[in-house]
C-alpha cells in the first residue's frame, strides 16, 4: 500500500507564488512515476506536471515557464513550485504516483489540496 499527502495549498494573488508538497508512505519502492493533476470546477482532471525516475519531466502547456516540478526520487517526495499564477490556475491539485506491484500497475491518488487565485 501507497499514501500519497499533499500539502502547501491555499489562496494566492494573481502573480504570486505557492509551493504545493506531495510525500508518499508504505511501499515506495514500487513507486515508478509521481505527478501533479488539477481539477477545476466543472472540468476533468487534466496532467499539471509529471517525471518518471526522477528525471524526465513533462508540463501542460498552460504551466509552462512558471510551474517547476522537483522532488527527491530516493524519498519519493514531488513539489510543485507554482510562479505567475493565474485565476484560470484555480483548482483542487492532487498528487499522483504510479506504481508497480505483484504484476499489477496501479494508481494512487492524493487527497488534494485547493488553490485558489483571486485578488
Known amino acids: 500500500q501507497v499514501q500519497l499527502v499533499e500539502s502547501g495549498g491555499g489562496l494566492a494573488q494573481p502573480g504570486g507564488s505557492l509551493r504545493l508538497s506531495c510525500a508518499a508512505s508504505?511501499?515506495?519502492?514500487?513507486?515508478?512515476?509521481m505527478g501533479w493533476y488539477r481539477q477545476a470546477p466543472g472540468q476533468e482532471r487534466e496532467l499539471v506536471a509529471g517525471?518518471?525516475?526522477?528525471?524526465?519531466?513533462d508540463y501542460a502547456d498552460s504551466v509552462k515557464g512558471r510551474f517547476t516540478l522537483s522532488g527527491d526520487n530516493a524519498k519519493k517526495v514531488a513539489y510543485l513550485q507554482m510562479n505567475s499564477l493565474k485565476p484560470e490556475d484555480t483548482a483542487v491539485y492532487y498528487c499522483?504516483?504510479?506504481?508497480?506491484?505483484?504484476?499489477?500497475?496501479?494508481?494512487?491518488w492524493g487527497q488534494g489540496t485547493l488553490v485558489t487565485v483571486s485578488s
Open positions: 499522483n504516483a504510479n506504481r508497480y506491484d505483484s504484476g499489477r500497475y496501479l494508481e494512487v
Open positions: 508504505g511501499d515506495i519502492s514500487s513507486i515508478y512515476a
Open positions: 517525471f518518471i525516475g526522477g528525471s524526465t519531466t
